[in-house]
């Protein structure tokens, strides 16, 4: 089954406000996690990425977390504004791959209403 | 910078047949991996190519199949399509076959695939 899969499909919010996107993961020997948009009718877009020896990581309005724990992942975008709206993935690539392979979820719609 | 670039954007075959897709790399970037999207799924790893030869390979059966040139340009082919073939065939460029400090990969817009 999957490895990295995703709380909510969907998610809806108003302008302005604060969106958190939730991942969960099963292999703790995962060595980075990468947070991915990806709007309709284009390839994914990096977001921001962040190291398994570290739990929280700052980007230009975005956010990532990760609490080995719980193997738990959020993205929280402060602000959200309409071109936010897009399908957000999260991806991890394994401790000791030899090639750049990412494990993708299944992916959260991102709705932002005016 | 140019940046990856798939072709072609949109295709339509039948079963049975044979199809080529084609990926040029992000300027500098020497390897090139190939992702399969279904829709409403994430994209499922394929293969990559690193200097012109497979560097991993996910779970897909021997009838998908790629090449790397020496200018690192990629071609996916897949032969004897089936149904479960129509998908979003993504392409995506790193600056190194093995896992970079930077977890980035520079995905292009990807050749929509429709098999009857």
């Known amino acids: 089954g999957e490895s990295v899969g995703l709380h909510l499909p969907t998610l809806s919010v108003q302008e302005g406000d604060n969106s958190i996107i939730n991942c969960a993961y099963s292999n703790s020997a995962s060595d980075y996690f990468i947070w991915y948009k990806q709007e309709s009718g284009k390839g994914p877009q990096f977001i921001i990425d962040i190291r398994s020896n570290m739990d929280k990581r700052q980007g230009q309005r975005v956010t990532v977390l990760l609490n080995k724990t719980v193997k738990h992942l959020s993205l929280q975008i402060a602000a959200t504004q309409p071109g936010d709206s897009a399908v957000y993935f999260c991806?991890?690539?394994?401790?000791?791959?030899?090639?750049?392979?990412?494990?993708f979820g299944k992916g959260t719609l991102l709705t932002v209403n005016p | 910078e140019t940046g990856v670039t798939q072709s072609p954007t949109h295709l339509i075959k039948t079963r049975g047949q044979q199809v080529t897709l084609r990926c040029s790399s992000q300027s500098g970037h020497n390897t090139v991996s190939w992702y399969q999207q279904a829709l409403g799924q994430g994209p499922q790893f394929i293969f990559q190519y690193y200097r012109e030869e497979e560097n991993g390979r996910g779970n897909f059966p021997p009838r998908f199949s790629g090449l790397q040139f020496p200018n690192y340009s990629s071609e996916l082919n897949v032969n004897a399509l089936e149904l479960d073939d129509s998908a979003l065939y993504l392409c995506a460029s790193s600056p190194s076959g093995r896992a970079p400090n930077t977890g980035e990969l520079f995905f292009g817009e990807g050749s929509r695939l429709t098999v009857l």
């Open positions: 991806a991890e690539n394994r401790l000791g791959s030899s090639n750049y392979k990412l494990t």
